[in-house]
């Protein structure tokens, strides 16, 4: 059995060597205990910290707000909020405080345990000003360019009922990969702003729902596994319609597709003409494409939709010469 004197060296250790800032003081506000780590922190001296009072340190406290705060707090109840630490050359950092109320040896203390969430904070700034720009990016995307390319489709459907020009069919094929553009840069640019919703997803039955969706002109599709996989569904079902148009853009009209399972994963493999072998990698990088119609970024989607559920993507050759697409570690 562990002696009192033991449990209480280990926590005076604790105390002094937490990463986290801890002070501890009175219901009046007066500091009477602080760690090294706080020292360091704010420059202070232990003994120039003792005994003042929580407000000259932290700024954002309200005196007589702080009294009511910490009369009204239940004991052992922590509570959870931000403020900030003046160093004492006058610099400040924000914290996030950890407040637990105590009795130490008869006496009321509070515990305040803080850490600095600077780095934290700037991150999701950038973070807010990054979906700002994504959301722009959008608005125009969607808007600015959809609309003349709808008027310009528009027209074309009228030319070509007055009249039969060799250009058409490759003015056509030009809007159509403005079109499919697009849609996958709208993909890229809304990746991340979904939750993801993950919940037991049967294999087969969404690769058939993929094949009815996708134009797969004289391709066929082998299905060789029942198994099933916690994802999100919307996400995977995006993964494999756009393999499966990978596979009949590179592969041509009559390719034969085939999904199976892995130990730890699954697989999409094509009998295409495959990938060049110093390729394999860069598949994944936006703007790559090897057709000339494809728009670069159905594989970049790939990718980024294995990464948000955790799981890895490889590519290699098929046993028949193509490509297959290995997608393991499922978590």
Known sequence: MTSSSSREARL??????????IAIHDADGVIRDVNERMCDELGYTESELIGKRVWELDPTVEPSEAKSFWTDLSTETPRRFEGE??????STFSIEVHLIRLDLDGNDRFVAMDRNITDQQKREATLRQQNERLDRFSSVVSHD??????VAEGRLTLLKEECDSEHIEDIERALG???ALIEDLLTLAQEGDTAMEREPVALAALVETCWATVATQNASLTIETDQTVYADRDQLQQLFENLMRNAVEHG????TITVGELDNGFYI????EGIPEGDMTAVFDAGYSTATNGTGFGLHIVEQIVERHGWEITAIESQT???RFEISELS
Do not use: C, T, Y
């Open 145 to 150: 360019l959809r609309n003349p390319l709808q």
């Open 252 to 255: 041509g009209d009559d390719v």
């Open 269 to 272: 493999a094509d009998d295409g």
């Open 177 to 179: 990969r403005m079109d």
């Open 85 to 90: 630490l003046e160093r004492k050359d006058g």
């Open 321 to 323: 010469g193509g490509v």
């Open 12 to 21: 005076e250790a604790l105390f002094e060597k937490s990463p986290d800032i």
